[in-house]
Antibody, heavy 119, light 106 residues
Framework: QVQLVESGGGLVKPGGSLRLSCSAS????????MLWIRQAPGKGLEWVSY????????YYADSVKGRFTISRDNAKKSVFLQMNSLRAEDTAVYYC????????????WGQGTLVTVSA | DIQMTQSPSSLSASVGDRVTITCQAS??????LNWYQQKPGKAPKLLIY???NLETGVPSRFNGSGSGTDFTFTISSLQPEDIATYYC????????FGPGTKVDIK
């Protein structure tokens, strides 16, 4: 069955960096777009970034553009989110998600990893 | 950017009631609209994709309709396990989530 497992979250100081990983199993990873979505404590869902199946096309929310970088390693069935210049407002649970297929609905989600940006 | 609004922001209903949530896009998004359910402490779950298609394994009491800018999500007979927050999400241009609708039992 499809599984997505995030890792790499933790406590970081403002201005610091963190790299999140999402390890996938149970499907042909190289066939699917992957996304990162975040949810600040007590708040709604916010799309962060997505990457196409080959890894050559990426998009970012304006709130993270220039600070975050998404990448993937299809051989290792993993997607990554490099987060630099972190701010307090980046504090959130970060989820990776897989699209359903041609329909860009988020059919599979990981359990999330908490990133806390605080001095 | 495309903005999404949802109403109401919260509602209370009795078991067996019909519950309706609306979602409005700031511009035409065709039918590129999905609905999710999120329970506390859990990842969201896809319920409806492309405005009206029921995801595999999702109970038939969940229904979606609409196109263009106005969309509706309905639970035909509210069950205790439906207590959750529901989000719409567009993907006509990038991705945007609505602010959510919290549903609880009266």
């Amino acid at each position: 069955q499809v599984q997505l497992v995030e890792s790499g979250g933790g406590l970081v100081k403002p201005g610091g960096s963190l790299r999140l990983s999402c390890s996938a199993s149970g499907f042909t990873f190289s066939d699917y777009y992957m996304l990162w979505i975040r949810q600040a404590p007590g708040k709604g869902l916010e799309w962060v970034s997505y990457i196409n199946s080959g890894g050559r096309t990426t998009y970012y929310a304006d709130s993270v553009k220039g600070r975050f970088t998404i990448s993937r390693d299809n051989a290792k069935k993993s997607v990554f989110l490099q987060m630099n210049s972190l701010r307090a407002e980046d504090t959130a649970v970060y989820y990776c998600a897989r699209v359903r297929g041609k329909q860009l609905a988020l059919a599979y989600w990981g359990q999330g990893t908490l990133v806390t940006v605080s001095a | 950017d495309i903005q999404m609004t949802q109403s109401p922001s919260s509602l209370s209903a009795s078991v067996g009631d019909r519950v309706t949530i609306t979602c409005q896009a700031s511009q035409d998004i065709r039918n590129y609209l999905n609905w999710y359910q999120q329970k506390p402490g859990k990842a969201p779950k896809l319920l409806i994709y492309d405005a009206s298609n029921l995801e595999t394994g999702v109970p038939s009491r969940f229904n979606g309709s609409g196109s263009g800018t106005d969309f509706t999500f309905t639970i035909s007979s509210l069950q205790p396990e439906d207590i959750a927050t529901y989000y719409c999400q567009q993907y006509d241009y990038l991705f945007t989530f609505g602010p959510g609708t919290k549903v609880d039992i009266k």
